[in-house]
């Protein structure tokens, strides 16, 4: 993937590593997201998937777990690979995609609990981080 020169002077868009093997577990269909999530702690795109699932079945206050959980890994990936709080994670790069999922879904569960200032504010970053993913996720 070739990612152009940021022209505004901001920061540098973030992309996180991309471990094979969470991603062949999957497509495989060789571990659920539960066990990838148990494997591979820090892959993001398992605690997404869980957090969708449990959406989906009802279970919203499960759903805001996972995708917490997943929104912090996320974070801390972010971090270590530059990030400084701010600035592009772009939704092109299959390894930010998992995060990105996380913030949408932390969104919808904080928003269905209640949480209205926290579902503002994941809308607001995910927006902020790739108007990509926000058009995507944002439905």
């Not at 993937?1 to 991603?23: I, W």
């Amino acid at each position: 993937m070739e990612m152009h020169k940021n022209l505004l002077d901001g920061p540098e868009p973030t992309l996180l590593p991309e471990e094979e093997q969470p991603y062949r577990m999957l497509a495989e269909e060789s571990a659920s997201p539960t066990q990838v999530a148990a494997d591979y702690p820090a892959f993001c795109l398992a605690w997404a998937m869980l957090a969708d699932d449990s959406f989906a079945a009802g279970r919203t206050v499960e759903s805001y777990a996972y995708a917490r959980t997943g929104y912090h890994r996320g974070l801390d990936a972010l971090r270590r690979n530059g990030w400084h709080g701010h600035g592009p994670i772009p939704w092109e790069h299959r390894g930010n995609r998992g995060f990105l999922r996380c913030l949408a879904a932390l969104a919808r569960a904080a928003g269905s609990i209640g949480e209205t200032e926290e579902e503002a504010r994941c809308w607001q970053f995910l927006k902020d981080s790739s108007a990509e993913a926000y058009a995507e996720l944002k439905q």
